[in-house]
């Protein structure tokens, strides 16, 4: 299958077209691109991918820990068409994308063609992408297919056929686009041989069709574990989309809503990556999790527009395509070889291309280039850009440019938004809930992993040597107990001897457990904060959770390797935290950030005090009068303040006064008060809802009494503790009520047996 | 023509508050060739915030209720008044099964065209051999549509027993066929599955039977319930059979909807935001007034 292009050119050993060369000479068109990419030494070309790499993580987009992107195997080599052979494949994918849009909307409406036997009846009634809920049967719905993809292959003949359609959801369009920034950046010579055809007008245009309806388009995402997150990712950026996930969307009075911080906004345009068949637990598949109740109606009625529609899917099926006369049908044979670079010069391997077509408003437009991919050598595939060249002449009516009216209206229905429309809503408001919501978590875990990190830190530290001295021992005890008073080992492995092996045992597996369980929930948060986040916070997060938390699993066996790790994460969180203080703008959420960041302090702080305060220690730390030092790790004070406290009777008391009372220590529980305040100000000053006072005014007393029986060394305060610990957790239930949870998530009312309590 | 009035209230107690529900309800009884629909609503509490009401691709009715502010409970009623003619279906003398179903299986005029999509497998009812081996069994060879489903209604009677404690909705139809007990669904999806094994079109029909025969003694089994029943295609129409109660549909029978099975046609299907756990109460009265004298 595999043909080296040394020079002189390979003699042709296949029957199978050859894209570069014809009749053992190179084709003219390829000859800048052969030039640029052989003339250059293999090192070089491998610095350049490299460098067109890292585009992906300036993006952010392409930055996520789980996201090996050395998979995404890019080949500088283009494949390169003229506008001659351009047109032919613009033909084909136009004219399937017409007949099977037409095939559909009969499908879904008056199914003439079941009835008059031009299609099969078995082809649509047998097969489950047939989605009888999505039918009208007393009308006509609208556009099925906006966006369309056809896998082609060429031929010995040179004549492109089509290998599958795509017509549910379409991936990889984002990925073109990508694919294009990529190289040309990395190759910038390169793309300034050829005259090759821009992406970027159609892709305006498209966007500004989409935003024609009115509200602002949306993506329907599955989420950021689906496969091609990157590129809906991709494709939401360049359009103008929001990137949202189907909890962010609600139907109510029969229609479409995003659930925005400051409530409800419309939504009428949806670009759907989320499957038809999962897309509406009421009247589709009831299991789905990703599916928003009532959406098929919403989309059967007009008042949402689904790019694609619902139940689009039947459009790839073999068995329909077989009975319509489409073009680029047909047995293809061998398919056509295209060159690939490799550090040992070209090779050459067969090549598949996916073409893409939108119908911008009515008029059906062909991407003018696309993705290709050849097999790899480990079978994987092999990305490659695709060019089309300018044709000579100046007139290229091939593909309009100009565009007709919208009749986007008309596929909308009578009763689409109301004609006056409220002005969509902007800032803070415009922020949907569970942005927000993640944002706040993503500083409540991050203050987490804080805490538990320090404590476990400090108890290891006292633990990496022996012979250990008794106020090492002690210390590692106080440390220990603070973390099972802040739950992150259970309570009963914070007792016990601290020498022996279970101790250590317990300790280093927080790297894993508590530890390793936030960073993950930290990591799932990623994508939805990484639109509002600047790039270099989001990179410090994914580091955090990626690089981090995988130098943490491998640590978890030694205690030194254990501390590098814990340093090394520490650091990160301290840098991710400052970056998000300033890479979040107050219209993007800064105030959930801080918010979540203080209430988890004031927890995490209280309930690790409280637990050293129990009476039933066996050994109180504080009359043995030597864990103040753990107790100074909460507010990860200086030396020069273990000095100080040294210097006083009661070093313990003072330890507690220090992080209970200091409004100068960031890290301490007084600080908190101030921070929370400002926290909801904030909310208050960008949002028209009432925030939740009297939470955070509980919270505010209890952090003042706390602070001043601590000075005072008053009875109480590991009560006061527990009650300041509530309170937080109090005000944390609230803000979510308030701006998180709209709506909790749907859940199905089995279908009612026709047998109900008893009988048929 | 026979008048029933009909009343099938449901209510729903939620443990906790429910914020936001949508409802699908296949429960307003169609038009037939046998039974035409006077009035039909469907009141509920609290009232609907949004309601909107189409055709299905069988072309039942469907409604759709959403009430979109905190509720403790959700109660629904069909009210309805519909008359059925007393006779039964004539019964005619049509091609044999077997010749219907090559009929199906190559369909050319429309209305085959669209019988034939009642003969593939159906999410509650896969092709199963346990099925075709009914099939085998109950189907008499060479006889009209009609005569021969009956007969399988017959065999399936025989060889079934009703049982409410047997199954439930999610139980799955293998499980039916191995058992050999459920109710009015199951017998319903045993003798759709066994007709369209044999090649045959077959529905599955979801209604109401009248506590009494027509004869005045009999008590049909489902009164007082949701019933089903299944219909087959003969050729030239549908003809309805019930398998539970081993006879053919006629006077004492109402229909609401029709599909492939029961998946199609769940008389209440709701997504809830909230709402716990809950309970649930249903209570069906079909009551015939102004029934001529016997």
Not at chain 1, 168 to 175: M, N
Not at chain 1, 328 to 344: I, M, Q, Y
Not at chain 1, 376 to 396: F, H, I
């Given at each position: 299958m595999e043909q080296q292009y040394p020079l002189p050119l390979a003699p042709d050993v296949s029957d199978a077209f050859d894209e570069m060369a014809a009749e053992g000479r190179l084709r003219p068109h390829w000859m800048p691109v052969f030039e640029a990419i052989v003339a250059q030494p293999p090192r070089r070309i491998a610095d350049r991918l490299a460098r067109g790499r890292r585009h992906l993580t300036e993006l952010g987009i392409g930055a996520?820990?789980?996201?090996?992107?050395?998979?995404?195997?890019?080949?500088?080599?283009?494949?390169?068409?003229?506008?001659?052979?351009?047109?032919?494949?613009?033909?084909?994918?136009?004219?399937?994308?017409?007949?099977?849009?037409?095939?559909?909307?009969?499908?879904?409406?008056?199914?003439?063609?079941?009835?008059?036997?031009?299609?099969?009846?078995?082809?649509?009634?047998?097969?489950?992408?047939?989605?009888?809920?999505?039918?009208?049967?007393?009308?006509?719905?609208?556009?099925?297919?906006?966006?369309?993809?056809?896998?082609?292959?060429?031929?010995?003949?040179?004549?492109?056929?089509?290998?599958?359609?795509?017509?549910?959801?379409?991936?990889?369009?984002?990925?073109?686009?990508?694919?294009?920034?990529?190289?040309?950046?990395?190759?910038?010579?390169?793309?300034?041989?050829?005259?090759?055809?821009?992406?970027?007008?159609?892709?305006?245009?498209?966007?500004?069709?989409?935003?024609?309806?009115?509200?602002?388009?949306?993506?329907?995402?599955?989420?950021?574990?689906?496969?091609?997150?990157?590129?809906?990712?991709?494709?939401?950026?360049?359009?103008?989309?929001?990137?949202?996930?189907?909890?962010?969307?609600?139907?109510?009075?029969?229609?479409?809503?995003?659930?925005?911080?400051?409530?409800?906004?419309?939504?009428?345009?949806?670009?759907?990556?989320?499957?038809?068949?999962?897309?509406?637990?009421?009247?589709?598949?009831?299991?789905?999790?990703?599916?928003?109740?009532?959406?098929?109606?919403?989309?059967?009625?007009?008042?949402?527009?689904?790019?694609?529609?619902?139940?689009?899917?039947?459009?790839?099926?073999?068995?329909?395509?077989?009975?319509?006369?489409?073009?680029?049908?047909?047995?293809?044979?061998?398919?056509?070889?295209?060159?690939?670079?490799?550090?040992?010069?070209?090779?050459?391997?067969?090549?598949?291309?996916?073409?893409?077509?939108?119908?911008?408003?009515?008029?059906?437009?062909?991407?003018?280039?696309?993705?290709?991919?050849?097999?790899?050598?480990?079978?994987?595939?092999?990305?490659?850009?695709?060019?089309?060249?300018?044709?000579?002449?100046?007139?290229?009516?091939?593909?309009?440019?100009?565009?007709?009216a919208p009749e986007a209206v008309k596929d909308a229905g009578p009763d689409r938004a109301p004609d006056v429309a409220p002005p969509p809503p902007v800032g803070l408001a415009a922020l949907p809930s569970r942005v927000a919501d993640a944002l706040f978590w993503a500083g409540r875990y991050g203050e987490r992993i804080d805490l538990s990190g320090r404590l476990a830190r400090h108890a290891l530290s006292r633990l990496a040597m022996p012979p250990y001295a008794p106020h090492d021992l002690a210390d590692a005890a106080a440390a220990r107990v603070m973390l099972g008073g802040a739950g992150a080992i259970e309570p009963e492995d914070s007792r016990g001897p601290i020498e022996g092996t279970a101790a250590r045992t317990a300790l280093l597996g927080l790297l894993t457990g508590a530890i390793g369980r936030t960073l993950a929930s930290l990591d799932g948060l990623i994508p939805a904060t990484s639109e509002q986040v600047s790039g270099d916070a989001g990179r410090a997060l994914v580091d955090l959770a990626g690089a981090r938390r995988q130098e943490l699993r491998e640590a978890r066996g030694e205690i030194d390797a254990a501390l590098d790790a814990l340093d090394a994460m520490l650091d990160g969180w301290a840098r991710a935290a400052a970056l998000l203080q300033d890479g979040v703008a107050g219209n993007r959420g800064a105030a959930f950030l801080a918010l979540g960041r203080a209430i988890e302090r004031t927890i995490g702080l209280s309930r690790a005090l409280a637990a050293i305060l129990d009476p039933r220690l066996g050994r109180s730390p504080r009359s043995a009068g030597v864990a103040f030092d753990a107790i100074l790790v909460l507010a990860d004070a200086p030396l020069a303040d273990r000095r100080a406290v040294l210097a006083t009777d009661d070093a313990v008391g003072a330890a507690l006064a220090l992080v209970l009372g200091d409004e100068a220590r960031p890290r301490g529980l007084a600080a908190q008060g101030p921070a929370l305040r400002r926290g909801l100000a904030a909310l208050a000053a960008g949002l028209d809802r009432p925030t939740p006072r009297p939470e955070l005014e509980a919270v505010l007393g209890c952090i003042a009494a706390a602070a001043r029986i601590a000075a005072t060394g008053g009875p109480g305060l590991r009560r006061h503790l527990g009650d300041t610990a509530d309170a937080a957790e109090r005000l944390s239930d609230a803000l979510t009520r308030a701006y998180f949870t709209q709506l909790p998530r749907a859940r199905v009312l089995g279908p009612l047996p026709s047998v109900a309590a008893a009988g048929p | 023509m026979i008048r029933y009035r009909i009343r099938h209230a449901t209510r729903y107690a939620y443990g906790q508050p429910v914020e936001l529900a949508h409802h699908l309800l296949h429960l307003l009884p169609r038009d037939t060739p046998r039974q035409r629909v006077v009035a039909a609503a469907l009141p509920c509490t609290p009232a609907a915030d949004w309601r909107d009401e189409s055709l299905d691709h069988f072309g039942n009715r469907v409604a759709r209720l959403s009430v979109q502010r905190p509720h403790d409970s959700f109660a629904v009623t069909l009210e309805a008044t519909v008359e059925v003619r007393p006779d039964p279906d004539p019964s005619p003398q049509g091609p044999a099964w077997e010749a219907v179903a090559a009929t199906l299986a190559r369909p050319a005029a429309a209305d085959a065209v669209r019988a034939s999509e009642l003969r593939h497998p159906s999410p509650l009812v896969p092709a199963l051999p346990a099925l075709a081996a009914l099939a085998r069994r109950g189907l008499p060879a060479g006889r009209p549509v009609s005569e021969a489903a009956l007969a399988l209604a017959r065999h399936i009677h025989a060889t079934f027993a009703f049982d409410p404690e047997a199954t439930d909705v999610a139980t799955p139809l293998a499980d039916v066929v191995t058992r050999h007990r459920g109710v009015c669904q199951d017998f319903s999806h045993v003798m759709i599955g066994a007709l369209r094994a044999a090649g045959l079109a077959a529905r599955y029909v979801s209604g109401y039977v009248r506590p009494r025969g027509a004869d005045g003694a009999a008590i049909l089994r489902g009164a007082d319930m949701s019933h089903a029943w299944v219909a087959v295609w003969t050729g030239g129409g549908w003809v309805d059979l019930d398998p539970t109660n081993d006879c053919r549909v006629g006077a004492d029978h109402v229909t609401l909807s029709w599909g492939r099975d029961f998946s199609d046609v769940s008389p209440l299907r709701g997504v809830l935001l909230g709402g716990g756990e809950h309970t649930l109460d249903v209570a069906v009265a079909v009551e015939a007034v102004d029934e001529p004298s016997a």
């Open positions: 996520r820990p789980d996201d090996d992107d050395s998979g995404w195997a890019l080949d500088p080599m283009p494949l390169v068409l003229t506008d001659a052979e351009w047109h032919g494949v613009a033909a084909i994918v136009t004219g399937r994308m017409r007949a099977l849009d037409a095939l559909l909307r009969d499908l879904y409406g008056p199914m003439e063609r079941v009835a008059d036997g031009t299609v099969p009846a078995e082809a649509v009634f047998a097969d489950p992408r047939f989605l009888r809920p999505l039918r009208d049967a007393t009308g006509t719905p609208g556009r099925q297919i906006t966006l369309y993809a056809a896998d082609l292959q060429r031929g010995p003949d040179g004549a492109w056929r089509v290998v599958a359609d795509h017509t549910e959801a379409p991936v990889g369009l984002g990925e073109a686009l990508l694919t294009r920034r990529v190289l040309a950046r990395g190759f910038p010579d390169l793309y300034a041989v050829g005259a090759i055809v821009q992406l970027a007008p159609l892709i305006a245009d498209w966007a500004d069709a989409l935003a024609g309806a009115g509200d602002r388009p949306i993506l329907l995402s599955p989420g950021r574990y689906s496969a091609t997150y990157l590129d809906q990712a991709v494709l939401a950026h360049r359009l103008g989309l929001d990137l949202l996930e189907p909890d962010d969307l609600t139907i109510r009075d029969g229609r479409l809503w995003v659930k925005r911080l400051g409530g409800l906004t419309p939504a009428t345009t949806v670009l759907r990556r989320v499957f038809s068949d999962f897309a509406d637990p009421l009247e589709l598949r009831p299991d789905s999790l990703l599916g928003i109740p009532g959406l098929a109606a919403a989309a059967r009625s007009g008042r949402v527009r689904l790019v694609n529609a619902l139940g689009s899917s039947l459009g790839e099926s073999p068995a329909l395509a077989r009975a319509l006369p489409l073009p680029g049908g047909g047995a293809g044979g061998a398919p056509s070889l295209a060159p690939v670079w490799t550090p040992d010069g070209l090779a050459a391997r067969p090549v598949t291309l996916r073409a893409f077509a939108i119908a911008v408003d009515e008029a059906i437009r062909v991407l003018p280039g696309g993705i290709a991919w050849t097999p790899g050598d480990a079978g994987e595939r092999q990305v490659k850009d695709v060019w089309v060249l300018e044709a000579d002449s100046a007139t290229d009516d091939d593909m309009p440019r100009a565009r007709p | -």
